[in-house]
């Protein structure tokens, strides 16, 4: 029998966020070269090993765009769903909340700080700042090591079938967020 949950973890992009570079990139390139350039650019990105403007300086390279037109477009993208934040907030105090994203530096931070999200999690795993992304399981690992509770006292919720199937192989609970509303179903059964 699993242990009662205890902390809830959440992704940040395509949860508490809308996603960013499947709506950029495929604006310069085919949805073939964008799967491409994310799995390699970008995910060099999210391990830390290369930050935005770098980025955004081999897309203007690649595209002809201008940096600072894309870096627009990023940031223009940024939506954060305000029922989540909602939900996220009913949550604290019954339950240690976290945020495990793959982001670029030091782009998510940024986003965080300008709408005042650090305040609703106990603790911020962020891909680039631990040279670690998720699927790997160390990252989720490390995730319960900061939260001080062990794996199958989590649930996590993530928008990537990927990293629903990694975070329950280190033994969290997990639900695939396809909406705040089937979340709230899923949190309620726990």
């Given amino acids: 029998m699993p242990l009662p949950i205890q ?21 310069y390139m085919s949805a073939e070269a964008a799967v491409a350039y994310k799995a390699s650019v970008v995910e060099r990105a999210d391990l830390g090993e290369i930050d935005l403007p770098q980025v955004l300086d081999h897309l203007s390279h690649l595209t002809g765009a201008a940096p600072a037109q894309l870096e627009a477009e990023f940031w223009g993208c940024v939506n ?9 907030e009913s ?20 986003v965080l700080d300008k709408h005042d999200l650090p305040r609703l999690f106990d603790v911020l795993v962020i891909s680039y ?10 990252i989720f690992r490390l995730m319960a090591d900061r939260l001080g509770v062990p794996t199958s006292a989590c649930f996590f919720t993530d928008d990537s ?3 629903i199937e990694a975070a329950r192989a280190v033994g969290m609970q997990a639900a695939l967020f396809t909406g705040v509303a089937q979340l709230k179903r899923d949190l309620a059964g726990l």
């Fill in 7 to 27: 902390a809830i973890v959440f992704d940040f992009f395509g949860v508490i966020c809308s996603e960013i570079a499947p709506f950029v990139l495929p604006r």
């Fill in 80 to 88: 954060i769903d305000p029922e989540m934040v909602a939900l996220i």
């Fill in 91 to 110: 949550l604290r105090g019954r339950y240690k909340t976290a945020l495990l994203s793959n982001a670029m530096r030091p782009f998510l931070r940024q």
């Fill in 129 to 138: 700042e631990e040279h670690l992304t998720k699927p790997n399981p160390a």
């Fill in 161 to 163: 079938p990927i990293n």
